[in-house]
């Protein structure tokens, strides 16, 4: 967004742009595993493009900042899903769905099944909760309730709001989650099941 008039470029326009900035080219070999091909193999095997449990274990990683000056941010990167269709576009590119930050609101990173999180914008949504009064866990039980009710979707956020209160929701079976306040370090993985220890 700093060197075009665009927001999110795909596919072959986002390909020449990165090479015109110098952003090496990894040759694609290099990015299949061994690993990976047996996954692959064991998806189509069980048609699992097909089913319609949520995926386990796709490995995002999302997180949300407040700095000193009262700016917020967020980050989220996919694990994606196997045996996609070719184009698919899933949660995490798009701002709202995958994430959101508003320096006036908060910020918010979202994990879990990549096409309800879409249906229901589910960053935006939380967000609109904390715009409407509700606390930052309000807004994470509303927002994920409604993707469960309406979609069976599962999930988890991770939010901020201006005044630095935190919240980390989770419907899906479980959720690595850690947060750092006031030299405290706050993790967890299961629900009910979170631990406290003073930051070095």
Known sequence: MEKTPHCFLTDQGAAKFAADMGVPEVPEKQLITERNIKHLEKEKNEKSAQKTDQQKDLGTVGA???????????????????????????????????????NHIGAISTTGHGESILKVNLARLALFHIEQGKTVAEAADLSLGYMKSKLKGLGGVILINTAGDWAVKWTSTSMPWAAAKDGKLHSGIDLDDTSITDLP
Not at 80 to 100: E, F, L
């Open 64 to 102: 949300v900042a407040l700095d000193s000056e009262g700016n917020v941010a967020y980050a989220t990167s996919t694990g994606g899903i196997v045996n996609k269709m070719a184009g698919r576009v899933g949660d995490t590119p798009c701002v709202g769905s995958g994430g959101y930050a508003d």
